[in-house]
């Protein structure tokens, strides 16, 4: 017998002197094996993601520190200096608010 497209389609779909195939199984099994695919690759980017929010934070806390030890020579050297010295305070204070806030959204 000579299969001609029509042939195919009906043995495809199961029809006369072939046996049923199953393309929705196939389907299935290849979309399991994408989404197996795209879950590891999420989970990959997750890792990456929490990394660099550690990277990001321990960057902010050690600038935070540095700030923190000039401002205390500072203010060693300017004891005189009222005004300036509440305005370094301020400065720090200000400062450590937004490095918290920005820390807490990472």
Known sequence: MVKT?????????GGPGESPKSPGKEQHEESSVLA???LAA???LRREVAQN????????????ETVT???????SIMKG??????AA?????????????LNSTL
């Open 69 to 75: 030890e000039n401002l205390k020579k500072e203010f």
């Open 5 to 13: 497209k029509s042939t195919k389609l009906c043995a495809a779909e």
């Open 89 to 101: 305070i301020k400065a720090t204070m200000l400062a450590h608010t937004e490095a918290t806030q």
């Open 36 to 38: 197996d695919i795209v």
């Open 53 to 64: 929010k550690k990277e990001i934070c321990a960057t902010i806390n050690s600038r935070i």
């Open 42 to 44: 999420l989970e990959t």
């Open 81 to 86: 200096d009222t005004q300036t010295s509440l």
